[in-house]
């Protein structure tokens, strides 16, 4: 980038970069970047636009890195989630808002003891522990280095007392106990359709939170089947599904154990959050 100075001409430029790079909505990605790079907000770009920035060498090299893929949420180390901002890092999959879905499925159940299967970021049982006073979490990850971010998330949003991180594939780890909820945003991306995924997704997204494998079922499979010798009766499994596995998930499921309440679409009217009930 050249050595401009207001915050328009910056942004401008920026914009400009980002967009032959082929980054969608440019002009978004700069002014977020920016208020990143000098503190403030948006409406203080705008009202501010002909002052000078000071740190332009270093908004340059953040949007070089974004020019080359990198997700805007890992150059910040921040997601907004259900009105609260999560720590992100490369060690963990950027929490969608397809996923908010999940979580207002799970609320509608008002679980107290809750357990969050491939937690990730924490953003689902930070969440629920947020919105949900007497509720209590635990939250397994395969994923020592994830499991390092949910805990700090949790600090953060002063819910770790009532939380519990578990190094555990699914529920190898897990000493029996039996909880009112099950929540899984599991890998679910075939290996097969990898490469035809969004650059930021494919190549800076950790791949044992996209993809279980061949078999984009593999997880919730496990879900489906290992589940009910954690639920206590009329306990629920509520988890996200892939956006083609509707049909797939609806005959994986043994009608003598589960009743499915519901295949809940999201904004695209895709079916996204399954919720079942042990019988």
């Known amino acids: 980038m050249s050595k401009l100075n207001s915050i328009a001409e910056v942004l401008r430029e ?3 970069t980002l967009e032959n790079a ?3 909505e440019a002009r978004r990605e700069a002014g977020s970047l920016l208020s990143f790079v000098i503190g403030k907000d948006r409406t203080f770009l705008i009202s501010h636009s002909d002052d000078e920035v000071s740190d332009v060498d270093q908004f340059g090299e953040l949007v070089e890195r974004r020019a080359a893929g990198e997700p805007l949420q890992y150059i910040t180390g921040t997601q907004d989630f259900f009105g609260r901002e999560f720590r992100v890092t490369p060690d963990v999959l950027i929490p969608r808002p397809e996923t908010e879905l999940l979580v207002e499925a799970a609320l509608e159940v008002n679980a107290t003891l809750i357990c969050d299967v491939g937690t990730g970021s924490g953003s689902i049982a930070v969440t629920l522990l947020s919105e949900l006073d ?10 020592p280095a994830a499991l390092e971010i949910a805990k ?4 953060k949003l002063a819910v770790a007392d009532r939380a519990e991180f578990i190094v555990s594939d699914c529920f190898d780890s897990l000493d029996h106990r039996e909880f009112d909820l099950i929540v899984s945003n599991p890998p679910y991306v075939s290996a097969s359709v990898l490469d035809g995924l969004q650059r930021e997704v494919r190549d800076h997204e950790p791949l044992i939170a ?5 078999d984009g079922l593999i997880i919730i499979r496990r879900l489906i089947q290992e589940s009910p010798k954690f639920l206590k009766h009329n306990g629920h499994l509520i988890m ?18 589960w ?7 999201d904004l695209q009217c895709i079916p996204r959050i399954v919720v079942l009930r042990k019988r």
């Open 152 to 155: 700090f998330n949790a600090n």
């Open 14 to 16: 920026a914009s400009r």
């Open 134 to 143: 007497n509720a209590r979490a635990v939250a397994l990850d395969k994923s």
């Open 210 to 214: 996209l993809s279980p494998g061949p």
């Open 259 to 265: 009743e499915l309440l519901e295949v809940r679409p």
């Open 240 to 257: 996200e599904i892939g956006f083609d596995q509707g049909e797939a998930v609806r005959s994986l499921i043994d009608t003598n154990v």
């Open 22 to 24: 082929g980054v969608p």
